[in-house]
């Protein structure tokens, strides 16, 4: 009797009581989505008032909240992964909680006092760029002594006024970010803290897992697409290199050197679309220069949003909510500081649609606009599945979709807008038009494949803060062919004056989204019933193209990226051979020109 009381009051065996079921997995999904969404609206509800009005009070706000997230996270994660084992899980189950793993770029340690560190740090350095201005010597003239922000430093380089007026201005600028360094140090720190509680080596090693494949699969993905364009971007480089040696003299941009940094045009010679001038290939063709129509038109920040918005609708996808206009910024305010790098929203994960934006009246700014609204039209696609797979395929689609969109902004289209005045008809019209995509599209890929190989050694510990600024000049030289125009030391910390670094988004997504955004553009042409060359077609007012598109937009993250491509390309892999094809007559153009010159660097 006693020995049948003492059975039947013994527990079950420890391993049975506890294993989770498929069905507890489900149920913890559903919270895990509920409880996300609650915080991740509060979380982006105080960012955008952050990042629309940087004050103590705002940044104090928005780090209180993204503590809670990131404690939330960490607690979640870890409780996951003991679902990871379960026999029997759905799919849809199962992809969730993989996705759980990557839902933040920097995960915190679960030890409070460092995780509210992290959450400081990190509102804090977003903030230091987004105040930042470059006030000149008091010795300095007038023009000069005032105090500058990015977007004024960086018009003196969109101009290309002289040697030293542009390197005044990029190394104003690279002085904002001086200070950051210690804080930046800490951040990699602790976000590696928090990254080896999750399972992972490091946090480059995580930003790398997050594609579908094992990390180390992707960084061979991103060096075989790297490798597949760069001969063309050298062939670019070395006939850039020549047309600025011309004008600058053979002193100061030897052909046989990287270029000096702040002659492309832009603060980090990211895109050299501001020296078509002085690269075109051929004078006397049509004017291809919009910029001067948007403002001889009297466009406003308004119109500009609007024609981007048209040519959405133009592909059969829904006008942009009325909340959109009410709640967007559009114009950089003139009383405080905002964080004017342009960004999309959806605040509610509900169709809260916005942008953010400083606008300028110009090409440069008519493009980003359909960038942005190309993260709109994914959102407003997939807002109502879970919260988990409220995102892009991966992060390159995302970026990718506005850019595709883009490329069909044909010289037609913008003669039939009045933005230009003729159509170029021979092949020096259509060298000088791919000239001028080219120093957007294929100057920006080895800046979108070096960022995070940067921020990856930074992570891995490989370059530790004693060499931040060396190895992003070595990186910068070896990817780009560029060098620093004047001498840098450790006490600089270049990568900090580039929006992403201090703010923590990772980068490679824009190197991916450059290459993905031809593969789209090919596809959704094939669906068109395009015929002839990829850089003669345009999806301008195609619906089938735009049902193609919305497919895709719609899974938003709730498929493996390879399926989201097949069902927009019928192919699994990125490939690069789309963009190369679109740029083949300007491939063969450079060649040409480059035949008695030493390329490279
Ligand atoms: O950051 C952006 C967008 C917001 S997602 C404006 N871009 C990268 C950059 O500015 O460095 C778009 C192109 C690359
Ligand atoms: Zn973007």
Redesign the pocket.
Known sequence: MLLALLLAAAPAPAAAAMAPTAADAKAFVAKVNEDLKKLWVRQATAEWIKSTYITDDTERNAAAIDEEVMAFLGKTVKEAAKFRAVKGLEPDVERSINLLRFAQALPAPSDAAKREALATIKAKLEGMYGKGKYCGKDDAPADKKKCRDLQQLSAVLAKGGSYEDQLEAWAGWHTISRDMRTDYARLVDLANEGTKEVGFSNTGELWRAAYDMPAADFEKETDRLWNQVKPLYDDLHCYVRGQLSKKYGAQKVPLDQPIPAHLLGNM?A?EWGNIYPLVEPYKGQPSLDVTASLKKLKYDEKKLVKLGESFFTSMGMDPLPASFWERSQFKKPQDRDVVC????WDVTFANDLRIKMCIKIDEEDLI?VH??LG?DYYFMNYYTLPVLFQQGANDGFH?AIGDALTLSITPEYLKKLGLIAAVPKDDKGLINLQMKDALEKIA?LPF?RMIDQWRWDVFSGKTPPAEYNQHWWELRAKYQGLRAPIARTEADFDPGA???IPAN?P?MR?FLARILQFQFHRAMCKASGHQGPLYTCSIYGNKEAGAKLKAMLAMGASKPWQDALFAMTGEREMDATAIIEYFAPLSGWLKEQNRNLRCGW
């Open positions: 980090w990211q790098h342009a960004s999309a980003t960038h942005e993260h970026e920006f979108g580039k929006y992403h988004v980068y824009y």
